[in-house]
């Protein structure tokens, strides 16, 4: 029995530091993930605000809205979506450029303030499609603050 509280107690001496490496490799691991959770929640919301713009643009020869506020109540219930998991407390997360439905498809309409450590932003193009991705250095430049 001496023998078996020994080998348990010398046991726990290595499992400790072995658990303490383990969940200081899960932790950030974690993290990232609640993070990619947040971009997807934020690129779905961005595509409903792209498609309320190409109906937008049905109804107004080809035209976006002037301001992304203009969709509401007609296309959007609210402006909720304006409002992004990724940049919490921020009413209008997006920079929105605005234009026609008969841009190039892959013109930038709308893109996320918030930019992850990679660069990254919720990007969405004027045909409706969206990406988490490094935008062009123009459409990067020409956001406003």
């Known amino acids: 029995m001496a023998l078996a509280g020994l080998i348990l107690g010398y046991g726990w001496v290595v499992m400790l530091p072995v658990l303490a490496i ?14 990619r959770g947040k971009e997807v929640q934020s690129l779905s919301q961005a595509k409903q605000i792209a498609v309320a713009c190409r109906s937008y643009a049905s109804d107004h020869r080809g035209a976006f809205p002037p301001q992304l506020e203009d969709l509401v109540p007609a296309y959007l219930p609210d402006r909720t979506l304006f409002a992004s998991p990724l940049s919490p407390g921020e009413a209008m997360a997006y920079y929105y ?28 193009h004027v045909n409706g499609g969206g990406s988490v991705g490094v935008p062009p250095p123009e459409v990067e430049a020409t956001a406003r603050p």
Do not use: H, W
């Open 22 to 35: 383990l969940a200081g490799i899960a932790v950030p691991v974690f993290g990232e993930v609640r993070t």
């Open 97 to 124: 450029f605005g234009g026609t439905d008969q841009a190039p498809p892959d013109t930038v309409l709308l893109m996320s303030k918030y930019k992850n450590r990679r660069g990254r932003r919720i990007v969405m």
